[in-house]
Structure formats: structure tokens, C-alpha cells
């Protein structure tokens, strides 16, 4: 027999503050070694992995990091492919030499075998998980048990969009930067609650995350937030709303002068929003933060200025390969492409389960209608954002304290995630699951602060002894946060194995993106060293996708036609041709790079292996006038002249 209550309304619950110990769960530094465990453990699968994507230009063929090669301050005058920094030929603004050093000092360890670099890694990333442990419990606070933070933390070690950052070896300036990101906040919040010599470390590690990958200066914004919203408990709503809130005024008044509307009275709702009103009259304590915020917000600045003179006045110009949206004509569809790419990342972000190496290359095409139904899913990002700004005003809703913790996890996602997002600064990339890793903390902060949140509104104990009544919501909560991690670690680990060579990585992209031009090039090379026969087709078949879905390819050109003219040599003079074509389609729109020299080397020999020696000469003088130091392309000549004699 059930036993609901009929003729009386059902009070509200009151919920019981739970500590630590009443949830069994051990001390904070336990938690710490099991999120380390999981950090590493689930990427024991990439030890055998090999260097792939751009290990092999930022590591292997980079000299600074090799001892041989380069003095130790080499890496401190160039960028993070070893150009020199400025320089006009420098490609690349990155400056990253810490993160160059650890590659160093892996090679000086145990020279160029991957599975080192794939062990500090994974090390790397779990020293970023458990900081990240303790970043959630000061976001917190010590009011919320251990274990939510315990939760926030096992998320971050298992998300899959991390797996770009640690199982490929050159992500490891995104972990680099995120561990000094989260010693800089840690360190600030330790100067917030207790003495602001700690602003001393957390500007050292500001430097040093700046060091090892540039958005890692964003930790400033994360920062403030933290001191306004978390340490000093102060309440946007009252300046939102002006002179329509009166703290004189009583909580049900206040109520129905916000939201419109009385609002139950549910015991935590008004402690919390007492707490509110009360931060509010104590506007006294605002003063006490500017020092150490001024301090900080000046430090950054001069670090910003100190990083940008040292670009030079180089402009770094992004092609149409690397990321379309930079070269539409038309501005509105530019921005609406720009935007869509940031709802992608963020729905990677949150629904982490279709992932690809490279999104570029024209395997996401840009936006170039008004009827265009992926317009759709930028208004519904803007309308998210809107109800979720709106919802974060009326205090009848969420308490302040919950607020506050919102407001923070959003900072944690927003402020890493901007100079990358490609708003405001062209950016080499569409969406890089790679500059996912640190903002990937928001969304795991959040995730614990929603499920704590609901966990705390339902009650212990079922109203009735059903077998139906017995399970709570609490117990769904409980299989949400289950499900969660074992969906994220399970799809991490089949992640993680696509990155062990370049052949099952590019052939994963191939399959998810398969407009995607680039990875259909580099799929067919990974593949193309001393193939079997029966993988001939299937070479030249991507080569020749990624040539239809771009035709200035210019690198397709060459190695398909070095692909025919290999394994086939009666297909020599249709290599020839392949060549020729390339060349034609690199004069109509040139792009930056050796791939003319290339072509016109390729085609002088191709037609001296064929016996036209006059069509070789011709291409090679103009190869040569392009290039007069080519040395290669001057002995091939010279040797075309010496065999006709002339």
C-alpha cells in the first residue's frame, strides 16, 4: 500500500549539509592519486605510437630540439618549428620554448624513440588532472564535498577531446601551458585567502604557461572572476537590475520585483539568497581586491606587449587550405562561418564522440547562403547563451552561491578558448580539438556544479516503499555521472589507438570528413612507402580526391605523379602531365611554399627521362629564375645540356 499523503499539499525537502566522511569517501589527496591513475592509465594504449601529424616538423626535423644540432638557447630565438622569430620566412607566430626544451630533453634522454615522449605525456596529464582536482575544490569551496571535485576531475582526465593533446606528441604544449594555468589560479586563490605574496608564483606561472603555449595569458581572466565572484562573494544582480532592487526591501519583494513573480519558499533558496543580500550590504570588502587585481591585470598587460614585439612586423597570413573562412569576400558570411566554427567546438566539446585530426582543408565548407541550415545552429547558440544569461539574473532561480560557480566554470571555458576561437585573430586551423584541452575544464567544472546543484535539491529517502519509489533521483544522478565517465573513457581509448600511425589516424579523418582534401593527400603518403600492389588504386585514388576537392593541391600533384611514375614506368609520361597540370593551377593562385620548385625539378626530369631535352631545359631555366639557388635543379640542367651539348 502506498503511502502519498492525500489531502494536504507535500512540503518542500530540506536539504542536509553532507560532509566528507558521511559520504565515505577518503581525504582530498587520495582522490588526487585516483585521478592520476585514470589520467595515465587510460593512455598506456599510445606508448607504442609513433611520431605522427606534426610531430615530424616540430620535433623530428626541428633542430632545436636536438642537442646536436642547436646550442641549448636556440630554441629562446626561434618559433616553435625553428624558424627564427620575425624573420621573413618565419610561417608561424608561435613562440614556445619551454615546451621546445621538454622535446630536447627527450632526445638528449633517449633519442628519437616515440614511446618517451608518449610516457611524460601521459605523466603530463595527469599533473594536469589532479591541479585541475584541486582547482575545482577552492571553485567549490569548502561547503561541497570532496567528491564533486573528485567527479569534475575523473571527467577531465578521460575526456576524449584531450586525446590530440597527449596521445600526438606535439599537443604536449597544450598540457605544458594548461599545468602552469592551473598553478597560476591556484596560486591566486592561495593569495586571496591568505597573503598576496602569492601573486609572486601565480605571475611566474602566468610567464611560464605564456611560455609554453601563448593563450595560456587568458589565466588573468579566469582569475578576477575567481576573486570577484568566488573569494569575495559579490553579487552582479543588483547592478544588472539598478535601482529596481532595494535590499531594504523584504526576500519576497525583492522576489517578485526581479523574476515577476512569487517564488516558493524553499529553505536553501532563501539562506542563499539571505547570503546574497547580505554580500550586497558589505560593498565595503570590494576595496580589499583591487590591489592584487591591478597588480595582476598590469602584469599581464606588460607580458601581452613584451609577446607581440616580438612577432616583428611580419604579417602572418593564413591560406584558403588552412582555413576558408579567412579568404570569403563577403563579410556577413565570413563571420557566419567563423561563428559556425565555434559552435563546432563547442559542440565537440560537449558531445566529444566525432572527432578528427584536421578539420581543414575544405572539409567543412563555408557558409555562402542566408538559407544555409547551419545558420540554424548559430541562432540556437546565441538563443542557449541568451537563456542562460537571462536564467543567471533572477536570484528566485539559483541561489548566488550556484551563481557564482556557473559564472566561474564559464570563465574557465570562454577566456582559454578565445584567441583561438577565431573571432578576433585569424587562427591556422577550422576546429582543432587540440586548444580544447584547458577550456575542456569549464565544461567538466560545470558538469559537477549542475549534478551537485540537483543532488542537493532532491531528497535522501524515497516518499513511498515501491520498488518504483526506491529509486530516487539521486540514484539517476548517480547513473548520469556513471555513464559519463565510462561513455568518455571508452571512447578515449578507441581514440587514442587512431593516433598510433599516421595511416590509421588520416584513415579515421578520411572516413568522418571525407571532403576534407588534405586528409585524403596525406592518408595516400602515410600509406605510399614500398606499398604492396594491391594498394596502388587506392593511392592514386585519394590523390586524386584531394586534387578534385582542391586543384592548387600543389603537394597532390607531386606525389601522384611520383606515385605512377614508380610503380608503373609506362605511366611516365602521364606523371608528366600530372606535373604540368600542378604548375598551371600554382601560377593561377600561387601559394606560399617550395611546390613550384618542386614541380619544375619534377617535370625537367620527367622529360629527360623521356628524351625531351629541349622541354627540359625550358623548365628548368624557369624553375631557375624562380629559384637562382636551387642547386638540385641547376645539376639536373646542366647534366640535360651536357647530353645534348649545348
Not at 569551496?141 to 573528485?150: E, I, M, N, R
Not at 587514442?496 to 585524403?520: D, F, I, M
Request: charged share 20%; proline share 5%.
Amino acid at each position: 500500500m502506498s503511502n502519498v499523503r492525500t489531502g494536504e499539499s507535500e512540503p518542500y525537502f530540506k536539504v542536509e549539509s553532507v560532509t566528507v566522511s558521511q559520504m565515505g569517501w577518503g581525504e582530498p589527496i587520495g582522490h588526487a592519486v585516483v585521478v592520476a591513475i585514470l589520467a595515465s592509465g587510460l593512455y598506456m594504449n599510445t606508448l607504442n605510437g609513433d611520431f605522427v601529424f606534426d610531430d615530424q616538423p616540430a620535433i623530428v626535423s626541428n633542430d632545436d630540439c636536438h642537442p646536436d644540432r642547436s646550442p641549448l638557447m636556440g630554441a629562446w630565438k626561434n618559433n616553435f618549428w625553428g624558424q627564427e622569430m620575425g624573420s621573413p620566412y618565419s610561417q608561424h607566430a608561435s613562440y614556445r620554448p619551454l615546451t621546445v626544451w621538454t622535446f630536447r630533453a627527450n632526445v638528449w634522454a633517449h633519442g628519437l624513440e616515440p614511446w618517451g615522449f608518449h610516457v611524460v605525456n601521459a605523466v603530463l596529464h595527469a599533473v594536469a588532472s589532479v591541479l585541475f582536482y584541486f582547482v575545482c575544490r577552492w571553485g567549490h569551496g569548502k561547503d561541497t564535498p570532496a567528491v564533486v571535485s573528485l567527479f569534475a576531475a575523473a571527467m577531465f582526465a578521460v575526456h576524449p577531446v584531450h586525446s590530440e593533446a597527449v596521445a600526438n606528441i606535439v599537443g604536449r604544449a597544450e598540457i605544458l601551458s594548461c599545468i602552469c594555468f592551473f598553478a597560476a589560479l591556484l596560486s591566486y586563490c592561495a593569495a586571496c585567502q591568505y597573503s598576496m605574496l602569492g601573486l609572486v608564483p601565480c605571475i611566474a606561472f602566468t610567464i611560464a604557461a605564456v611560455l609554453c603555449k601563448e593563450q595560456g595569458i587568458m589565466v588573468v581572466g579566469v582569475c578576477l572572476v575567481y576573486d570577484v565572484l568566488i573569494q569575495s562573494k559579490f553579487d552582479l544582480l543588483p547592478f544588472v537590475w539598478g535601482s529596481l532592487v532595494d535590499d531594504d526591501k523584504p526576500l519576497e519583494d525583492r522576489r517578485g520585483s526581479v523574476s515577476g513573480a512569487a517564488q516558493p519558499h524553499n529553505a536553501m533558496r532563501r539562506d542563499d539568497a539571505s547570503e546574497s543580500k547580505a554580500s550586497n550590504k558589505r560593498l565595503a570588502n570590494w576595496v580589499d581586491p583591487t590591489p592584487r587585481m591591478c597588480i595582476l591585470i598590469f602584469c599581464a598587460v606588460s607580458i601581452v606587449e613584451a609577446r607581440l614585439t616580438m612577432n616583428g612586423n611580419e604579417e602572418y597570413v593564413v591560406d584558403e587550405k588552412t582555413n576558408p573562412a579567412t579568404h570569403i569576400n563577403d563579410f556577413s558570411f565570413r563571420v557566419l562561418t567563423k561563428t559556425y566554427y565555434v559552435v563546432l567546438h563547442a559542440w565537440v566539446l560537449i558531445f566529444p564522440f566525432d572527432l578528427c585530426c584536421d578539420w581543414s582543408s575544405f572539409g567543412i565548407t563555408s557558409i555562402e547562403s542566408y538559407a544555409d541550415v547551419r545558420i540554424g545552429a548559430i541562432i540556437a547558440l546565441f538563443f542557449a547563451t541568451l537563456a542562460l544569461v537571462i536564467v543567471m539574473m533572477d536570484d528566485a532561480l539559483l541561489p548566488q552561491r550556484f551563481r557564482a560557480k556557473i559564472a566561474f566554470g564559464v570563465a574557465l571555458v570562454a577566456f582559454p578558448f578565445l584567441p583561438a576561437s577565431g573571432l578576433f585573430l585569424d587562427v591556422g586551423f577550422v576546429v582543432a580539438e587540440r586548444v580544447l584541452y584547458t577550456p575542456s575544464a569549464g565544461t567538466c567544472f560545470l558538469m559537477s556544479a549542475c549534478l551537485w546543484h540537483q543532488w542537493n535539491r532532491t531528497p535522501l529517502h524515497p516518499r513511498d516503499t515501491t520498488e518504483l519509489g526506491r529509486w530516487t533521483p539521486r540514484n539517476a544522478i548517480a547513473a548520469i555521472a556513471t555513464a559519463l565517465l565510462v561513455s568518455h573513457g571508452l571512447k578515449l581509448w578507441d581514440r587514442n589507438a587512431e593516433w598510433r600511425s599516421e595511416a590509421t589516424l588520416y584513415e579515421s579523418g578520411v572516413q568522418y570528413l571525407p571532403n576534407n582534401a588534405k586528409l585524403h593527400h596525406n592518408f595516400a603518403r602515410s600509406i605510399a612507402d614500398n606499398p604492396p600492389r594491391e594498394v596502388w588504386h587506392k593511392i592514386e585514388y585519394h590523390y586524386r580526391e584531394a586534387i578534385r576537392i582542391y586543384p592548387p593541391y600543389g603537394s597532390a600533384y607531386i606525389n601522384l605523379g611520383v606515385h605512377l611514375a614508380q610503380t608503373n614506368s609506362n605511366r611516365l609520361e602521364e606523371a608528366v602531365k600530372i606535373w604540368v597540370e600542378g604548375l598551371e593551377q600554382w601560377k593561377r593562385n600561387p601559394i606560399l611554399g617550395d611546390d613550384p620548385l618542386v614541380l619544375g625539378l619534377n617535370i625537367g626530369m620527367g622529360y629527360k627521362n623521356l628524351g625531351q631535352f629541349d622541354n627540359a631545359i625550358v623548365v628548368l631555366d624557369e624553375c631557375l629564375h624562380r629559384a637562382p639557388g636551387y642547386a638540385r635543379c641547376r645539376q639536373v640542367r646542366d647534366e640535360v645540356r651536357a647530353a645534348t651539348g649545348k
